[in-house]
């Protein structure tokens, strides 16, 4: 089954203690983001990834790293995680099609609190 | 800066009524996205649109897309309970590097 994959899906934690939220995509896509969704302030980008080894700034990128050393995984890592990053946390990805056209599939989405 | 607006955003409306949502956006695309969630859960893709023109439907939703009015439609017909959802656009700027410009989101509830 075509798939977009996160762990865990459900976290939490202490201000401080470095975490990482894994992202696979068994679809081969080029593309991957990461969003983080809050109440009345929608799907805000963090990071994004056109392809391996290229990743690049969303808008709110500060607190958050990210690495694609892998067409299928796109990790999130939170160095030293602090409360104003809980929040829900989705993982998309999309191919790069020769239209050009970006329909994101959205992993299940991991909700991250930090105490 | 590409801006994208949504309205309404609540709306609540009972079973067997037709209602739309609205998207708007500040600058040239020509690429949009309507996307669905449910509570608690993931988004899921409804409708991609790629022209000034284009139209889409599935069931009882109808999406359409008028690039010169910068103006994107997602219509319900005959609503029913099922449909109760969060309901976003998404635009693709012309400038955007491949990036999607989010609206804020309709929260859609269908009274039976």
């Known amino acids: 089954e075509a798939q977009v994959t996160q762990n865990p899906r459900y976290l939490i934690t202490v201000t401080g203690k470095k975490l990482t939220v894994t992202c696979s995509q068994n679809?081969?896509?080029?593309?991957m983001s990461w969003y983080r969704q809050d109440p009345g302030l929608g799907l805000r980008q963090i990071y994004y990834s056109m392809n391996v080894e290229v990743t690049d700034k969303g808008d709110v990128p500060e607190g958050y790293k990210v690495s694609r050393k892998e067409k299928r995984n796109f990790p999130l890592i939170l160095e030293s995680p602090s409360p104003n990053q809980t929040s829900l946390y989705f993982c998309?990805?999309?191919?790069?099609?020769?239209?050009?056209?970006?329909?994101?599939?959205f992993g299940p989405g991991t909700r991250l609190t930090v105490l | 800066e590409l801006k994208v607006e949504q309205n309404p955003l609540f709306l609540s409306m009972q079973e067997g009524k037709n209602y739309t949502i609205y998207c708007n956006y500040s600058?040239?695309?020509?690429?949009l996205y309507w996307y669905r969630q449910d509570p608690g859960k993931s988004l899921e893709s409804l409708f991609v649109?790629?022209?000034n023109g284009a139209v889409k439907q599935e069931g009882r939703l109808m999406a359409s897309l008028d690039t010169k009015a910068r103006l994107s439609t997602l219509h319900i017909t005959a609503a029913v309970h099922d449909l109760s959802a969060t309901y976003f656009c998404a635009v693709e700027g012309a400038d955007s590097n491949y990036q999607l410009i989010w609206g804020a989101g309709t929260k859609l509830i269908i009274k039976p």
């Open positions: 679809m081969n896509h080029e593309y």
């Open positions: 600058t040239t695309s020509d690429r």
């Open positions: 998309a990805s999309s191919l790069s099609n020769p239209s050009g056209y970006n329909e994101q599939f």
């Open positions: 649109l790629l022209s």
